[in-house]
């Protein structure tokens, strides 16, 4: 079983749910850190689900504050994602927020 460190990197250039990252078949992940930058001088918001295989959509951060001009990492603790599962992130507001996520994939 193979141990691959990854991120993953995002621009939020529009306000739709956008993937951040989908766990590839036969493989498990733990995301060890989201990090979320504001570098816009207006406050914002993220939302970021996981989507499980069979297509439920489960929140982790509902309008979480991103204050301008500010960094922040959302966990605290390793989240554990499955095979098929995907990591999505929605900004409030275009072109404000960037987001990288650290993860172990297993396979």
Do not use: D, G, L, R
């Given at each position: 079983m193979p141990n691959n460190y990854k991120n993953a990197k995002l621009d939020l250039t529009?306000?739709?749910a956008t993937t951040l990252y989908t766990c590839p078949a036969a493989a498990t992940s733990l995301v060890k850190s989201i990090l979320?930058?504001?570098d816009s001088a207006s406050d914002s918001t993220i939302t970021v689900t996981i989507t499980?295989?069979?297509d439920a959509i489960f929140s982790l951060y509902k309008l979480k504050a991103i204050t301008a001009n500010t960094t922040i990492e959302l966990?605290?603790?390793p989240l554990v994602v499955e095979e098929g599962e995907i990591l999505?992130?929605?900004a409030?507001?275009?072109n404000r927020l960037h987001?990288?996520?650290?993860?172990l994939e297993v396979s």
């Open positions: 529009a306000t739709t979320v930058s504001n499980n295989a069979a966990f605290t603790a999505k992130v929605t409030a507001a275009a987001v990288v996520a650290s993860f």
